[in-house]
T-cell receptor, first 117, second 113 residues
Framework: GAVVSQHPSRVICKSGTSVKIECRSL??????MFWYRQFPKQSLMLMAT?????????EQGVEKDKFLINHASLTLSTLTVTSAHPEDSSFYIC?????????????FGEGSRLTVL | KQEVTQIPAALSVPEGENLVLNCSFT??????LQWFRQDPGKGLTSLLL?????REQTSGRLNASLDKSSGRSTLYIAASQPGDSATYLC????????????FGTGTKLQVIP
């Protein structure tokens, strides 16, 4: 299957700093990428849908000024957690879909564990 | 609003057993259904994708079926192995051009050697 690379896999930062997480589709073009957050022992919570070249669509309750999403190319989307606080500590996962209108299979990155001290 | 339920929430079986995981969804207007596995602290690995027009898909020891009219999908794992231990998630994508999928609650599988 297609490969989605997510980096970094783990990051620890101080409260008040910003952290950027990258999501890359390595062997396909992803017109749409999704960012999820996962709490312990829970399923995935969709944060936002990112379409290449346009603004991300955020889910209700997700602060767009805090979680900045940029989808600058067909192979790269980034999530920046701004002014991070301990409550932002979580597991963040991205996924990518191969071209709208086709099979529409979703491929996921390995996830990024964020710990805010 | 689509709701996706997976039963059981947890399952423990001895190695070698065949097993079935269930996924139920409330809205049958779907584009496709996808099964994933997630290992602790990791992302999701795609196992099988079934389009709405298909009845089943097979990959190795895995077989997924889809009965859209009754809102059900099953994932059959043959001859289970300890390496199959993981959480299994189903995800339903709606028809009508929508992008978002709805994930099930997951089944945590433990295969005992």
């Amino acid at each position: 299957g297609a490969v989605v690379s997510q980096h970094p896999s783990r990051v620890i930062c101080k409260s008040g700093t910003s952290v950027k997480i990258e999501c890359r589709s390595l062997d396909f073009q992803a017109t749409t990428m999704f960012w999820y957050r996962q709490f312990p022992k829970q399923s995935l919570m969709l944060m936002a849908t990112s379409n290449e070249g346009s603004k991300a669509t955020y889910e209700q309750g997700v602060e767009k000024d805090k979680f900045l999403i940029n989808h600058a190319s067909l192979t790269l989307s980034t999530l920046t957690v701004t002014s991070a606080h301990p409550e932002d500590s979580s597991f963040y996962i991205c996924s990518a879909r191969v071209r709208q209108g086709e099979a529409g299979e979703l491929f996921f990155g390995e996830g990024s564990r964020l710990t805010v001290l | 609003k689509q709701e996706v339920t997976q039963i059981p929430a947890a399952l423990s079986v001895p190695e070698g057993e065949n097993l079935v995981l269930n996924c139920s969804f409330t809205d049958s207007a779907i584009y496709n259904l996808q099964w994933f596995r997630q290992d602790p602290g990791k992302g999701l690995t795609s196992l099988l994708l079934i389009q709405s027009s298909q009845r089943e898909q097979t990959s190795g020891r895995l077989n997924a079926s889809l009965d859209k009219s009754s809102g059900r999908s099953t994932l059959y794992i043959a001859a289970s192995q300890p390496g199959d231990s993981a959480t299994y998630l189903c995800a339903v994508r709606p028809s009508g051009g929508y992008q978002k999928v709805t994930f099930g609650t997951g089944t945590k599988l433990q295969v005992i050697p």
